[in-house]
């Protein structure tokens, strides 16, 4: 039974269990730079009333293929407009899987420095964008600066994947 919706959710109660049922599919992408360093967002969360940092991320639109939103979320968040980049799948990943029971698409895109210009993002939703190494986000991580849970899965995902763990 749905107990509530809106354009963006639902929310069901079933076998005495309720549901979290986002209306589209979730993207989010892992942006490499230069080979050995990562683009983060610091995104505004009214929730929290504080902002943090991320991988972009978002929804994909019910007449969009789920590569397509992928891409319009990162350009949207990250002003970087992408030419030949070639974006590169990765596993799915499930966000709550005790209350939500669909997976996350995930890709990665491969950047240039030089593609980056820090100020063209979307300032309602995204502070800040930066780049960082590999060591500086695991001390991120170990610090609590980066600590969302499916970001930290993903570059977990992808470090294993590409046998980047020293």
Known sequence: ???????????????????????????????????????????????LG??????????VNLKEKIIDGAKREFQEETGILLKKNKF???????????????????????????QIIYNNYDKSEVDKVIIVSLNKILKMVKLGEFNTSVPVAILFNYLIKFNLFR
């Open 1 to 47: 039974m749905i107990v509530h919706k809106n354009p963006y959710f639902k929310i069901f109660y079933k076998k005495n269990f309720y549901i979290y049922s986002p209306n589209r599919p979730e993207v989010l992408v892992l942006p490499v730079v230069d080979k050995k360093n990562f683009l983060l967002i610091k995104c505004k969360r009214v929730i």
């Open 88 to 114: 590169f799948k990765l596993n799915k990943i499930y966000q709550i899987p005790n209350r939500n029971p669909k997976l996350i698409h995930v890709y990665g895109v491969n950047l240039k420095r030089e």
């Open 50 to 59: 504080k902002s943090i940092y991320e991988f972009p991320a978002g929804s």
